[in-house]
């Protein structure tokens, strides 16, 4: 028979699994970076940076204020971490890197397997390239010199040698060797991994097993749909997979009132060990691509907040803006704002804040305080809140400033 969970409690178990609850460290350095990345395993990686690219978000909601600079040298350089084809592009510790093995063969046989795909009309291309990283390694894109390496279109028309590189990065053949700003570094898989990382050889069966037992861990609590979705794994591993964690004692069968498909409650599972907080006390700007987010249906489930990404909408469709963060009040989603970074005016511009209808009396305040911190973060000088949303007016209020009407 199932445990019940209460869906207050379901919310503190998933929160707590993703490292919210526990009061800011002091100070953050490399410990702490590292302990945190290993638990969330993944860091989603866009390129919007109107406020600040993604996968600094989550840090900052979990640790609170850190060096920027000290996550970089972490992540894009080899060493403890590494990116691939995870959630969607993702940085993760480098041990994970061979899971994704079956991942990569998937790719390449696909690609190969269709006579009209871009990789079997370029094996020559492609082999080329392998070449020259092994003579020339690691390079960005734009450092390899061939005809190719033109775009198509505009900034999105990849060149014939941004595709290959791709097409042998998804492949695992090669790998990121960090990246100069946001550009990726490109380099031979033996050029940057150690041999006890290229030499383990893991059965899909096996690898989708520990990925769901890791997705496991960092959902807490969670349908089958959901731990899967944490690295996009197929659902008839999954389903084998979740039956045997539940049977090794690595997941356990629970039921949350109110979690249904259609009229019969969903089957979900509790990861063994999971903390069961009885009270959760957090603030945090959410990312839109943050793993308590990221799966719109479990968003809207977990915290009755249906939340879509606006940033491909045209303006005059928008109903929340164009970069809406979720306010994270303890347990509860308690907002959503639309966030710029003005770096030449040194301001963080709150574009439109939204109240929700669950939130605490005190989310004004709590989130004046917030935004001030983050302000501090991103070293701007002050905080603007323009005259959109709910929230606006008693947010600049709590913030002590006036509503803008004509973005100053």
Known sequence: ????????????????????????????????????????????????????????????????????????????????????????????????????????????????????????????????LRDELAEKGPLVASEVEHDANRRTGPWWGWSDVKIGLETLFRWGEIVSAGRNGFERRYAL????????????????????????????????????????????????????????????????????????????????????????????????????FDPVVWARPRAERLFDFRYRIEIYTPKHKRVHGYYVLPVLIDDTLAARVDLKNDRQAGTLRVQAAWLEPSAPADTPERLAALLRRTAEWQGCERVVVADRGTLSARLASALGVALSTNGD
Do not use: C
């Not at 996009?232 to 997979?241: F, Q, V």
């Not at 006390?281 to 839109?288: F, G, K, R, V, Y």
């Open 189 to 288: 898989a033996s050029q940057v991994l150690p041999a006890s990382i290229l030499d383990l050889n893991i059965s899909r069966a096996d690898a989708i097993r520990e990925l769901m037992r890791r997705g496991a861990v960092a959902h807490g609590v969670g349908t089958l749909e959901d731990i899967a979705d944490y690295f996009r794994l197929p659902g008839a591993d999954s389903r084998t997979a979740i039956k045997e964690l539940q049977d090794a004692g690595d997941v356990l069968p629970v039921t949350v009132p109110g979690w249904m498909r259609g009229t019969q409650p969903r089957q979900a599972w509790l990861a063994n060990g999971a903390r069961k907080p009885r009270s959760l006390s957090a603030d945090a700007l959410l990312s839109p």
């Open 1 to 128: 028979m199932n445990d019940i969970l209460s869906p207050a409690l379901a919310r503190r178990v998933a929160l707590a699994a993703q490292g919210f609850g526990r009061p800011h460290p002091p100070a953050v350095g490399a410990r702490q970076l590292n302990t945190l990345i290993d638990r969330l395993e993944v860091l989603q990686i866009d390129s919007v940076n109107v406020f600040e690219r993604s996968h600094y978000l989550p840090v900052f909601a979990r640790l609170g204020g850190f060096d920027k600079a000290i996550l970089d040298r972490l992540t894009f350089r080899p060493g403890r971490f590494i990116e691939y084809w995870g959630h969607e592009a993702t940085l993760l510790p480098v041990d994970t890197w061979p899971l994704f093995r079956w991942r990569m063969d998937a790719f390449r046989a696909r690609s190969l397997s269709d006579p009209d795909s871009w990789a079997s009309a370029n094996g020559p291309f492609l082999q080329w």
